[in-house]
C-alpha cells in the first residue's frame, strides 16, 4: 500500500465511529489541499457562526453554576432561548445542502467517515465535506481525502479522513457519534425489555 494512503487509513482509526445515516454533502476538488490558513478562509459563513453558537452556549451555561440557587431556573430559560436559535440556524444551515452533493453516511466519527455514493471516487481524491448532524446537534464544513472506493450493490462506499477540519468541529462531531451510540444502546435495552 502506499505509505500516504496507509497514513491517511491509520488516521480513520484513531477515533472511535458510530453506525449511522446522516446527509452530508460531498463535492470532489480538483485542487490540491490548501493550507490550513487558506481552509479556515475558505469556511462558509453559516458554518462558521454555528461553531460560534456552540461555544458560546456552553461557556454560558458554565458560568450559571456560580450563580446557586436560581441558577437552575435561569439556566432553563437560557436553554429554551438557545434551543429556538438553534432551531433557526439549524434552517439557514440546511440552505447549505446541495441536492447535486447530498450522500449519506453509513458511519461517521472524528477521524472521518464512511459514505454510500453513486459514482466513484478514487482514493486520495481531495473532497469538500458538508456534514448535517443527526438531532439538530448543528453542522460542519471540513475537507477530507478518500481513503478507499468499495463496490457495493449498484454504487460506492467511499471511507474519507478529515484533512482540514477546525478543532471545535472535532469535538462536536465526536460528541454528536457518542449521544448517537447511546441513543442506539438505549434502543437495544429497550427492546429486549419488550415481552414476547
Known sequence: MDPILQSLTDAYHDYFSVEHD????????????????????????????????GSLNMSALRSLNRIGELADELANYLQQQARKIDLLLHYVLRQQDNAEHRQVTLSYGGAGL??????????????????FLAENEGAIYCLGQVISAEQAGTGWQIKVV??????????????????????????????RQLPE
Open 162 to 191: 478529515f484533512r482540514r477540519i477546525r478543532d471545535q468541529d472535532r469535538e462536536l462531531i465526536v460528541r454528536a457519534s457518542l449521544h448517537q451510540q447511546s441513543r442506539q444502546l438505549k434502543q437495544k435495552a429497550a427492546q
Open 22 to 53: 446522516i446527509v452530508v454533502n460531498c463535492k470532489v476538488l480538483n485542487d490540491p489541499l490548501p493550507s490550513e490558513q487558506t481552509f479556515i478562509s475558505s469556511i462558509p459563513e453559516p458554518f462558521l457562526l454555528a461553531g460560534e453558537m
Open 114 to 131: 464512511c459514505l454510500q455514493s453513486e459514482q466513484h471516487i478514487p482514493p486520495l481524491s481531495v473532497v469538500e465535506l458538508k456534514v
